[in-house]
């Protein structure tokens, strides 16, 4: 189980800058022999620009899937419509299915991916703005990793907290 991940809703980078935690988790996936995929909605591409954002990434990161639309979810990634229909897209059912499609349609050995409401608009009383699901999977592990975050601020923010919080949760998988 990861725990809880906390991330800095004020600044959406908290203690650690994009850089530095990109750094940190590029080494740890090189130390491990292991690659990333990234499947994301919310975030649009954020945390593979994040992951490919210094030199060497090629050594850590495989590929990137941007799904935004319900459509692409299902043709890009496998989602199924009854998940969609049932769940929503911003569901822990739907990003977990998300990671688990990644991984299984890359090299990479860890898949992060995200769905949520990033704002301004798109909020309901059920998911307000600022909800977003993460899940992590695992090449050779059965469990997924999957956590709900309530974020604050504008929509640039509630994107960034999501990136600080998918790579802090790589780092926490590498960890174990």
């Not at 600022?130 to 709900?148: D, F, K, N, P």
């Amino acid at each position: 189980m990861l725990g809880h991940i906390k991330v800095d809703s004020n600044n959406g980078v908290g203690l650690m800058g994009f850089a530095t935690l990109v750094s940190e988790v590029g080494k740890m996936l090189v130390d491990k022999q292991s690659m990333v995929v990234t499947a994301e909605s919310c975030t649009g591409g954020m945390i593979a620009e994040a992951l490919t954002s210094i030199s060497g990434s090629t050594a850590w990161f495989d590929r990137a899937y941007v799904t935004y639309s319900y459509e692409s979810k299902k043709e890009m990634l496998g989602v199924k419509e009854s998940t969609i229909q049932k769940k929503g897209a911003i569901s822990q059912e739907c990003v977990l299915e998300m990671a688990l499609s990644a991984l299984q349609q890359s090299h990479a050995k860890i898949s992060v991916a995200c769905s949520g409401i990033a704002g301004p608009g798109g909020g309901t009383p059920d998911k307000p703005v600022g909800t977003v699901w993460i899940a992590w999977a695992r090449q050779g592990h059965e469990q997924v990793e999957s956590q709900l975050f309530h974020f604050d601020g504008d929509r640039q923010s509630i994107r960034e907290q999501t990136t600080q919080a998918a790579l802090m949760g790589i780092m926490k998988i590498l960890q174990d």
